[in-house]
């Protein structure tokens, strides 16, 4: 057990909160300003319809932010799987080919930007009075998209190679470059919305320059242009772990692209206008998203903490956690709630002067559309709690469900209703619902914590050896749920006198990590479609991939060992490029597999079918995620063997000879 893990189990939890959040709210807390900043500025050199121009710019950049966060996360994700399985070229690999994809897309969707600038303005919901100024500031913005999307993929990838200060740097870097040269090109050079344009592609060029420096100074691996050639495969995977960021990101695109289309619509049957309520619900939009920083870099900070406690069982600790982290969550929700209806007029009024329907939507948008964002210090860390216990599809639900699931629908019919106020509406609606969700499903967790861990299995292992091999040979056995594939490799350790590892490794596992064989038991080798969806987005690696990690560098210290017999845990592609590997797969008919869970396992015959089901999809899922091969296609194994046809004691014979005949071979 390492340091970090003891102070994690021993640590008052409130000094923990502290040391792991504050980093996490500085970073967040960066990322909001930076376009704020801009608004500040422009409002009062501009005016709000310059405002409004960004805000009809800003899906653009948004949309930039998911493809550079796919692939930043993706190639992080990646460099820190590879480099758990010792694999520093290949992790390299990963990392250039990261920076490839990142490259080609920037490139080309900085040339889809420019050529059709007006359409994609129309698209995000663009007036004939916000135009000009739209036009003018995307076109500078446009220029600079591959320098933020290189940027922004960098830093992930700059973080997961254990320099997060470097990564920070280069973000504040560019955030106080942006504040500085803000005013002196707008008011100085009186380049209106170009100058803030300049400005910012300025400041990001230079984050953009500090993390390209980086390449030379990994810790981990080393960088050289061999590296740089694209491969399909690698870049296909880095998509897909980095897929989550991508929907979260787009998700927020598509909001505020449906937004500004119906405030357009709608403002313009109203006393408002069109443009003031684009402009104003735009900045006010930004100015929640630093009240949501500060809750998410609490709840982040806290992650590790959770995962860790949980884990061990230690459940008075994840529950005082919890306590802790939504008292403060709750009580900086409620101080912005008393500002939002208190003094929205003083809150615009920071983005510039405005009209008296400027001043009164931004009264109304604040107290209405911010009503109830008291819940986001429930709702938020909610979803961070379920990602650090293991819960990925209950987080995926959470972080999606608030924006598609009930914004969306809940905009386009208060607004058919109730026009534009209709919209203002559709927040408060949306944050209740979420809230609900959340605080049933936490209450549900919190209830019955220690009671959602994985059964044990009858049959242990068995430590006794008696190795009837000359030489060191290693079996790896695959096998559908029920097939009786655990027992014929048992069967096999005793008929050869090796080891048999199968429950063991989540002993190992569990003195190595602190963390609870019941907990390692069911998270290990089971992966849902949702866990694609919510992999790690707040803090790098989920809970399956950290045990895969340490699972496959024990595999290799074992197999490097001695000769045994390993069960699933895609030991044949772990050992994929060793010699004295005999790779084995077990299969069996629905039938025999139902006997088998109903008999062996106690489900009755009803359930039986669907928890086999169950249970072979996810690790079909877990095999395909880890290896990018289908789990039960044959030609990854050295033989198939179907356990109704001879019965496991025979199966088990086969085997054996097999492995009598590889070692005569070796």
Known sequence: MNKKENILGTERIGKLIAKF??????????NSLYNIVDQIF?????????????????????????????????????????????????????????????????????????????QLLNLFG??????????????????????????????????????????????????????????????????????????????????????????????????????FKPKFNIIRKIAMLGISSFITQMSFVAVVAMENNLLAKYGMESKFGSEIPITVLGIVMKISQILNSIILGIAVGAQPIFGYNYGAKNFDRVK????????????????????????????????????????????????IY?????????????????????????????SLSRQIAFLLPSMALF??????????????????????????????????LNKNFARKDALPDDTSTNNQLNKNIIITISREYGSGGRYIGRLIADKLGIKFYDKDFIGKLSTETGLS???????????????????????GLNNADELFIKESQLIKEIADRESCVIIGRCADFILKDRNNVVKVFIYSTLKNKIKRATQIYGFNKENAEKEIKRIDKLRSNHYKHYTEKEWNNHANYDICINSDALGVEKSADIICQMVKEKETIL
């Open 21 to 30: 959040s504050i980093p996490c709210i500085i970073s967040m807390l960066v």
């Open 42 to 118: 422009i409002g009062w050199g501009v005016g709000y319809l310059g405002n409004g121009a960004t805000n009809i710019v800003f899906p653009i950049t948004m949309i930039c932010l998911a493809f550079a966060l796919m692939f930043g996360d993706g190639t992080s994700a990646y460099l820190s799987l590879k480099l758990g399985e010792k694999k520093e070229k290949d992790a390299a690999k990963g990392v250039a080919n990261g920076i490839i994809i990142s490259f080609t897309i920037a490139i080309l969707f900085c040339i889809i930007a420019l050529c059709f600038l007006p």
């Open 126 to 227: 663009c007036t004939e009075a916000l135009e000009s100024y739209a036009l003018k500031y995307g076109r500078i913005i446009s220029i600079g998209i591959p320098f933020v999307m290189i940027g922004t993929t960098l830093n992930s990838i700059i973080r997961a190679d254990g320099s997060p200060k470097y990564s920070m740097i280069s973000m504040v870097s560019g955030a106080i470059l942006n504040t500085i040269l803000d005013p002196i090109f707008i008011f100085i050079f009186k380049m209106g919305v170009e100058g803030a344009a300049i400005a910012t592609i300025f400041s990001q060029f230079i984050t953009f320059i500090i993390n390209i420096l980086y390449l030379k100074k990994f810790k981990s691996i080393t960088i050289n242009r061999d590296l």
């Open 320 to 367: 005082k956690t919890l306590k802790i982290v939504l008292f403060i969550s709750t009580v900086i929700s409620t101080i912005a709630f008393i500002l939002f209806q208190t003094i929205p007029d003083k809150l615009i009024s920071i983005f510039g002067d405005g009209e008296e329907n400027y001043i009164e939507f931004a009264c109304l948008s604040f107290r």
């Open 370 to 398: 911010l009503l109830l964002c008291i819940c986001n210090g429930i709702q938020m860390p909610s979803g961070i709690f379920f990602q650090a216990i293991g819960k990925s599809s209950k987080s995926a639900i959470l």
């Open 415 to 448: 607004s058919s209703i109730w026009g534009v106020n209709g919209i203002l509406y559709s927040g408060p609606f949306a944050d209740g619902l979420a809230f609900i969700l959340a605080v049933t499903l936490l209450v549900y967790e919190v209830k019955n």
């Open 517 to 539: 064989e019941e907990y390692i038991e069911s998270n290990e080798q089971r992966r849902n479609t949702l866990d694609t969806l919510n992999s790690g987005y707040y803090a």
